[in-house]
T-cell receptor, first 112, second 110 residues
């Protein structure tokens, strides 16, 4: 079974803090993705990576950066957290070809 | 532009059949995914349609018409545990980048 894990289920941070969200997958998938999910807006792609050290902006990259130093790990970084980044963050992975994306359990981030 | 449309909410009765529609407009298209997401949990894969037609998988079936930019998810013999959000997502490119709809919240009532 594919397993995608995220470092925290719940996280509370203060405005201006630097926040790291970690995602690890154990299926040797090439592609990894970071989404945020907000009521009424659905899943929106922040960044994705199709290989180690490769990254591409998704639909809403502003205020975020990512790092993929190893194939199994994809990190999302909020350089200076703001209240409008309070959201559910979901990581996913997939093979390079058109295939299902497998999601992690999500991190509910609250920025105060 | 790229757009996925699906109803926001639906209600159905236990034991009944419900159809959740999805229309899409994307610049590229490989196929159409359906995911199920229970409250507070991650989305889980239900189906992936590449070719036109109906694909059946137990109580769940999914249909695709590429020429009409249309898909539906059919749930039969509804159970209370089917109460969840159902996400439609178009696979639009070589990097498996998905475009998601906002999801349809299905409430199954006794």
């Amino acid at each position: 079974d594919v397993k995608v894990t995220q470092s925290s289920r719940y996280l509370v941070k203060r405005t201006g803090e630097k926040v790291f969200l970690e995602c690890v997958q154990d299926m040797d998938h090439e592609n990894m993705f970071w989404y945020r999910q907000d009521p009424g807006l659905g899943l929106r792609l922040i960044y994705f990576s199709y290989d180690v050290k490769m990254k591409e902006k998704g639909d809403i990259p502003e205020g975020y950066s990512v790092s993929r130093e190893k194939k199994e790990r994809f990190s999302l970084i909020l350089e200076s957290a703001s209240t409008n980044q309070t959201s559910m963050y979901l990581c996913a992975s997939s093979t390079r070809t058109a295939d299902t994306q497998y999601f992690g359990p999500g991190t509910r981030l609250t920025v105060l | 532009g790229q757009n996925i449309d699906q109803p926001t909410e639906m209600t159905a009765t236990e034991g009944a059949i419900v159809q959740i529609n999805c229309t899409y407009q994307t610049s590229g298209f490989n196929g159409l995914f359906w995911y199920q997401q229970h409250a507070g949990e991650a989305p889980t894969f239900l189906s992936y349609n590449v070719l036109d037609g109906l694909e059946e998988k137990g109580r769940f079936s999914s249909f695709l018409s590429r020429s009409k930019g249309y898909s539906y998810l059919l749930l039969k013999e509804l159970q209370m545990k089917d109460s969840a959000s159902y996400l439609c997502a178009a696979d639009g490119g070589a990097t498996n980048k998905l475009i998601f709809g906002t999801g349809t919240l299905l409430a199954v009532q006794p």
